[in-house]
C-alpha cells in the first residue's frame, strides 16, 4: 500500500507542478471544438555484407492519431478524445515483425457546471483495446523463432464508466474524480477455455487471464477512479503533456491501486516536422506483476487538423 502511494505521488507530481504555470485563456464559446493530429514516424538502417562494424538491418514505424471533439452549451460540457497509435519494428535476424505499440482509446467526459466555479458534476466513459494480435515468443524445437497468439482486439477490452465531479480550468487541465466506477473487462473464450477439469480449472484461477477466470469472458469490477490531464507549453516550440489514470478495485485488493501514465512530449520542427517523446508506465496486477514500461523516441511528418 505505502509503495503504491509513493508511486502515485511521483506521477502525480508533474501534474501539481503543471497546474501552478497553466497558461490563462478566455472563456470558451459554445458550440463545438474540434481538433486532432496524425504523425507518421519511421527509422531503417541497412548494412552490407562488407560491412565490419557490426550491426543488423532493421526499420521501425509508427503511426498516431489523436482527435479532440469538445462541445459547450452554458453550464454544459462535453469533452471527447479518440487516440489510436500502432508501431511495427522488423530487424533481420527475427523471423516475425513486432509490435512495438497497439492502443485504441475512447475518453468521454459529461458535465454540468457548479454555480460560477471550475467545478461540474460528470459522467464519464473509457473504453480501450488493442489492433491488432498480440504474441509471445520463443524458440522451438527446431531451434526455430516460434510465436503463440496472447492477446488480440477486444481481448482484453476495458470499459469504465460512472458519475463522480470534475474540475476544470480549461481544456489543457482538468482532473475528473469518480468514487462509484464500474469496470468491465472483456476477453476472448479461446484463451479462457479449459474445458471441465477441475485441475485445469483450479490451475488457470491460480493465475487468471487478465483477472477472468478459466471458461469466462468478462469480469466485473466496481471501484473508484481519478484521471487527469495537463498540457503546457515547456518553451515556444517544446510542449508537454501529461495522462494519469488510478483505479481501485473495492471488490478486490482495493490497496492495489492500478496506475497508468503517460507523457508525452513534442518538439515542433516546422508545420510538418516533429520530434516526439514518449514514455508510459503502467500498472496493473491482473495483467503484470509489476510495471510495464514503454519508452520511444522519433521524428517525423505530423498534420494538424
Do not use: C
Not at 523463432?145 to 482538468?174: C, H, M
Request: aromatic share 14%.
Amino acid at each position: 500500500m505505502k509503495k503504491n502511494l509513493l508511486l502515485i505521488l511521483i506521477f502525480t507530481l508533474p501534474l501539481a507542478i503543471f497546474a501552478q504555470d497553466a497558461d490563462e485563456k478566455e472563456a470558451p464559446k459554445d458550440g463545438w471544438h474540434k481538433a486532432g493530429n496524425i504523425s507518421l514516424l519511421f527509422s531503417q538502417a541497412a548494412f552490407n555484407h562488407e560491412w565490419t562494424g557490426g550491426g543488423t538491418n532493421n526499420y521501425a514505424a509508427n503511426l498516431a492519431l489523436t482527435y479532440d471533439f469538445n462541445y459547450r452549451q452554458g453550464k454544459l460540457v462535453w469533452d471527447n478524445r479518440i487516440i489510436a497509435d500502432y508501431g511495427i519494428t522488423k530487424t533481420g535476424d527475427q523471423e516475425f515483425m513486432r509490435k512495438t505499440n497497439d492502443r485504441l482509446e475512447l475518453n468521454s467526459i459529461l458535465g454540468k457546471q457548479i454555480k460560477e466555479s471550475n467545478w461540474y458534476y460528470s459522467y464519464f466513459l473509457n473504453f480501450k483495446t488493442q489492433f491488432t494480435s498480440g504474441y509471445e515468443y520463443f524458440e522451438n524445437v527446431m531451434g526455430e523463432e516460434d510465436r503463440v497468439e496472447a492477446t488480440k482486439f477486444l481481448s482484453p477490452g476495458y470499459i469504465q464508466t460512472g458519475p463522480g465531479v470534475l474540475w476544470k480550468k480549461n481544456d489543457n487541465l482538468y482532473v475528473n474524480i469518480s468514487p462509484a466506477t464500474a469496470k468491465l473487462i472483456l476477453v476472448s473464450s479461446e484463451f479462457t477455455d479449459v474445458g471441465n477439469d477441475p485441475i485445469a480449472i483450479a490451475a488457470f484461477n491460480e493465475s487468471p487471464y487478465f483477472g477472468v477466470k478459466a471458461n469466462e469472458t468478462s469480469r466485473f469490477e466496481f471501484g473508484a477512479s481519478v484521471s487527469a490531464y495537463a498540457k503546457i507549453k515547456l518553451m515556444e516550440n517544446i510542449s508537454a503533456e501529461n495522462i494519469l489514470n488510478l483505479y481501485s478495485n473495492y471488490l478486490d485488493n482495493p490497496q492495489n491501486v492500478d496506475i497508468d501514465y503517460t507523457l508525452n512530449v513534442v518538439m515542433t520542427v516546422n508545420k510538418w516536422i516533429n520530434a516526439n517523446a514518449t514514455f508510459q508506465a503502467i500498472y496493473d496486477d491482473n495483467a503484470v506483476q509489476g510495471f510495464q514500461i514503454r519508452e520511444a523516441l522519433g521524428i517525423g511528418v505530423t498534420y494538424g487538423f
